[in-house]
C-alpha cells in the first residue's frame, strides 16, 4: 500500500489518474433499450443508422410556388414573369402550383420560388426573381441518405438528437446504462442532514453533494450512509457498496487519529487495494485511490470542498468512461485574472474563481485563497483555474483557463 | 388581429418578444416547497437565511497541529521550535495538539500548522514555520454569517448549492413551481412517431424536440397530440391547452392552403388574441404570437428547425420569466467565422456554426447556408450565430458570438 503519514511523498494528479485507469480493465459499456422518449441527456450506445432518404422525397425548403426554372430565368421587379396558377397534380410550362415547406414537389417542377419575390395578380402570379434549377428544394437524402450513420454512439442526447432519431422513425434506442456510484461518509462528528448537530457535531452533506455531481453525469447512486470511525463498521459498508454498485466513493476518516483509517481498512479488502495515498493537489491531499474486486474506491477528504474537487479529479473522469465517454471537458472561458494568486509549487491548485464580463472582456476574480472548507467558496465562483505545479502562482492581469461549473452572471451569486 | 398573407409586413424579432412580454400581466412567480434532496436543478424560490454561523465554531481549516502562533515565531527548518504534545482538553504555552481538517479549535490556541511543516520527535513536535494568530484557522461564521442571505432567490441549484444548502440545516426548499406548456402539433400529414408514414406523410418531431427543450429548461409538458388541418379539433385542442397549461405551443398548420389556420382560429378565441404574425427571422419567419385568457401561445412553423429556433427565441425567455429568471444566456464563446455567409437585410438570422478549437482559437464553421429544414443542420452544429437584421451577412474571419446549445469537440458529431 502506498501509504503515508503526513503525506511526505505525494504523487502528481496526472500520475495518480493513470494509476488509477490503468489498474482498472478496459471498461466494458452496458448498454440499455430505452423509449425514445425517456432518452433527453442519456448517452447514445449505438450509431444510428438511416433505414431510409431522409427526407424520403424531393420537398419544398420555403413557402412559395413550385416552378419550373427555366420559366423564370431574367426575372426581375422590373421585368416580371407571369405564370398561370393551377391545382393539377403535374405541373406544365409557364404554370406555378403553391406549396409550403415541407410537402413535397409536385412532377415537372425543378424549384421553388418564395412568396415574398411573387405577386398575387388574378389567376396567376408575378415572379420578381430568377430561379436555378433545385433552388429552395430539399432534395431526397438531402438530410440523411439511406443506410448512413446519423448520429454516433456516445452522443449525449439534445432536443436536436431528439428531433432526428424520431424523424428517422426511431421509437426505442440503446443508450449507456446509468452507472450506479455508491456513497459512503465516515466520521464520528457527521449528523444526518435533518438532525440538529450538537455542538462540535457537522452535518453530512458529501453524500448530497456528490449523489448531484453524480446525477448531473447521468450516473445513479446508492446511499451507504454515514459510517463511524469504525473499521467494521466501515469495511462492512464498503464491501455491500462494491457488491452492489460500479464504485464506491468514500468521504471523510479524518477525525483525530483516524487519518489513515479509511484507506487501511480499505487495503485489506483485497488486490491491489490502495494504489495511491495523498495526491499533490490542493484541496484534495489526503486523497486515496484504490481497486478492490476490480473496481475503483475513491477516498475523498471529509471536507466537502476537498471531497468535490477530489470527485471532479477522479471520479468524474471516471463515471464518463463507464458511459463510454473519453472526454466531456466543462465549458471553458480565457479570462484575466484580477489578482496574484501564491501557490505552492509542486501542487496542482484548484482556484475557486468567480468569472464575470465587462465590456466585452472575461475577467476571473479569485474568490478566496485559503479556507478550502468553506462553501461559499464554491457558491460564489461559476469555475476554478488550474495552477499547475510548475508555477509559484499566477499573476494579476494573467489570462487563465477557467472551467466553468456555474452560469456566468447567474442570478444566484451573491 | 396583425394578420397578413404572404408575410408583406414581418415584424422584427425584439419588436416581436416584446410586444408579447409587454401584453402579458406581470408573471406571479409560483413556488412549491421540495424535499432539498429532489431540488438539484430547480429553481431557487426563496433567499435562503444562514440560522446560525457557518462554521458555528472556530475549526482548523488544515491536517496538523494546534498552537500558538507566538510559541512559532523565527522558526524556521534551520531553527525549529520544539513543542510538547498534548492529549487535554486546553492546550497551554509551548504545547501542541493534533488536529484535523474541520475539527474544532481547542481552547489555548490561536493558529495551526501544517502537518507537512512539522516533524514528529518523541513526545512532541519540531515546528520549521512561522505562524501568525488565525493562520489555518476557519472562523466561527467566516463560510456564512447568522442572519445573512447564504445563497440569493433565483439561483439555478447545482451541486455546490446543494452542499451549502445542507449544511445549513436546510432539508426543505422553496423552488419554483414547474411551469406546464402544452404542445400541439397539427398537419394533416402527420403521423405519430411510432407509426410507419405512407408516402407524403411526415413522422411528427416538434412535440418530442419542444418537449425535450422545456424539460432542459425546467418545465413540464402536456402532450395535446396532433390536430387535423381542422378549426375545430385545433380550437378544441388548444382550449384544453389553455385550461390545464401555463401557454400552448402550436406548430405547423402550413399544409397547402392552411397557412393562416391555426392563427386565425387562435385569433377567435379571445382578447387581444394574435399580436405578431410573421417575424423578420430567419427560420421561423411564419411564427405567430398571441395571448388568450391571459396566456401565450406561440404558434410556430411545422418545419423543426424553424420551430426549434422559434422556441429559442420566443418560448425559452417566457418559460425563464415564470420561472422567475429574467436571463439565463447559453453558454457563448467568440470564433472566427470559417466562410463568409449571405443574408438578407431586414432579416434576423440564425446561422448554425460547428465551433472546434485549433491552437487554442476557436472556429465557427457554418453548417449549411440554406436548407433550414434539414435537421442534420442542428445535429452537426453546436451552436448558432445571430446575423443581425441590419448585416447582408458575416465574412470569412469575422469574430463572432456563437450561443452553444452543444459541447464543443462533442463525440456526437458526425
Known amino acids: 500500500m502506498a501509504r503515508l503519514r503526513g ?41 444510428v443508422m438511416a433505414e431510409g432518404d431522409l427526407p424520403p422525397f424531393d420537398r419544398s425548403a420555403v413557402d412559395g410556388y413550385a ?8 426575372a426581375s421587379q422590373f421585368n416580371p414573369k407571369t405564370l398561370r396558377l393551377t391545382q393539377e397534380k403535374g405541373v406544365g410550362p409557364r404554370e406555378a ?6 410537402n413535397p414537389m409536385p412532377p415537372g417542377v425543378d424549384a421553388v420560388v418564395m412568396l415574398e419575390h411573387t405577386r398575387r395578380i388574378g389567376e396567376g402570379i408575378e415572379v420578381w426573381t430568377p430561379l436555378t434549377p433545385g433552388e429552395n428544394v430539399s432534395r431526397r437524402g438531402e438530410d440523411v441518405k439511406g443506410g448512413e450513420v446519423a448520429l454516433k454512439a456516445v452522443t449525449r442526447l439534445g432536443p436536436h438528437h431528439m428531433a432526428l432519431l424520431a424523424a428517422l422513425g426511431k421509437t426505442r434506442v440503446d443508450v449507456a446504462k446509468k452507472p450506479l456510484v ?18 462540535h457535531q ?4 458529501n453524500r448530497l453533494a456528490l449523489a448531484s455531481m453524480c446525477l448531473e453525469l447521468g450516473a445513479e447512486t446508492l446511499d451507504l450512509g454515514i459510517a463511524r470511525d469504525d473499521a467494521e463498521e466501515i469495511g462492512a459498508k464498503i464491501r455491500e457498496g462494491l457488491g452492489k454498485a460500479d464504485g464506491v466513493i468514500v468521504t471523510g476518516g479524518t477525525s483525530v487519529g483516524y487519518a489513515d483509517l479509511v484507506p487501511t481498512v480499505v487495503d485489506q479488502m483485497g488486490k491491489p487495494g490502495v494504489i495511491v495515498h495523498g495526491v499533490a493537489m490542493r484541496p484534495g491531499m489526503p486523497t486515496a485511490l484504490a481497486i478492490i474486486e476490480g473496481k475503483p474506491i475513491f477516498i475523498l ?27 466531456e471537458p466543462r465549458p471553458m472561458v480565457k479570462a484575466r485574472l484580477t489578482q ?10 484548484f482556484l475557486r474563481v468567480k468569472v464575470f464580463e465587462e465590456e466585452g472582456d472575461f475577467f476571473a ?12 467558496t464554491m457558491t460564489k465562483a461559476n469555475g476554478y483555474v488550474i495552477i499547475p505545479e510548475n508555477r509559484e502562482g499566477v499573476e494579476q492581469g494573467e489570462v487563465v483557463t477557467v472551467h466553468l461549473f456555474d452560469r456566468i452572471g447567474g442570478a444566484g451569486i451573491v
Not at 402550383?97 to 415541407?102: A, D, E, N, S, V
Not at 457537522?202 to 452533506?205: L, Q, R, S, T, Y
Open 7 to 47: 503525506f511526505e511523498k505525494l504523487t502528481g494528479v496526472d500520475e495518480a489518474r493513470s494509476a488509477l485507469m490503468g489498474a482498472l480493465k478496459p471498461t466494458r459499456i452496458v448498454s440499455v433499450q430505452v423509449p425514445l422518449s425517456a432518452a433527453l441527456g442519456r448517452i447514445l450506445a449505438e450509431n
Open 67 to 74: 416552378v419550373r426554372a427555366q420559366d423564370t430565368f431574367e
Open 97 to 102: 402550383r403553391q406549396i409550403w415547406t415541407g
Open 182 to 199: 455508491a456513497l459512503l461518509s465516515t466520521g464520528n462528528e457527521l449528523v444526518e442532514p435533518g438532525r440538529e448537530p450538537e455542538p
Open 202 to 205: 457537522v452535518i453530512d452533506v
Open 301 to 327: 477528504p471529509g471536507n466537502p470542498v476537498a471531497a468535490m474537487v477530489g470527485f471532479e479529479v477522479f471520479a468524474r473522469p471516471l463515471i464518463l468512461k463507464l458511459l463510454g465517454v473519453e472526454n
Open 340 to 349: 496574484r494568486v501564491a501557490s505552492t509549487l509542486g501542487r496542482r491548485v
Open 365 to 376: 476574480e479569485p474568490v478566496r485563497v485559503t479556507g478550502s472548507g468553506i462553501l461559499t
